[in-house]
């Protein structure tokens, strides 16, 4: 049975779940966690898999998916016993203005208001 191949899937969970076809980008974890960068800041072209690969790092690293290993089996981060163990183990903020598609300050600044509402989850440390 073929994978369907899905156009514009932004959620790495749902890729995963529904088993569309899916370039294993893993690799940018690692890479990302070795290089202990302060800041990165990641630009590249429309529709290049910038929301995709933050929907990932998310879901990797957020302890919201604790013990979502199921995400990550068969991929290769978790051929790695030391990211399987960081996998779920930190407090994530994720935002993304993927949405946000205003012609004027003002419009992109309220829909990002808007869209940052929803976002905010009560999370105890």
Known sequence: ???AIGIGGQDFETI?????????????????????????LITRPRRFGKTLNMSMMEQFFS??????????????IWEHEKYRNLQGTYPVISLSFANVKESTFAG????S?????????????
């Open 63 to 76: 302890i919201h998916y604790a013990g979502r290993s199921d995400l990550f089996e068969g991929l290769s």
């Open 16 to 40: 995963r779940i529904e088993n569309t076809f899916y370039i294993d980008k893993t690799n940018f974890i690692e890479q990302w966690w070795e290089s202990k960068d302060s800041v990165t």
């Open 1 to 3: 049975m073929t994978r």
């Open 108 to 111: 992109a600044r309220k829909k």
């Open 113 to 125: 208001e808007e869209s940052l509402r929803p976002s905010i989850r009560s999370t105890t440390f």
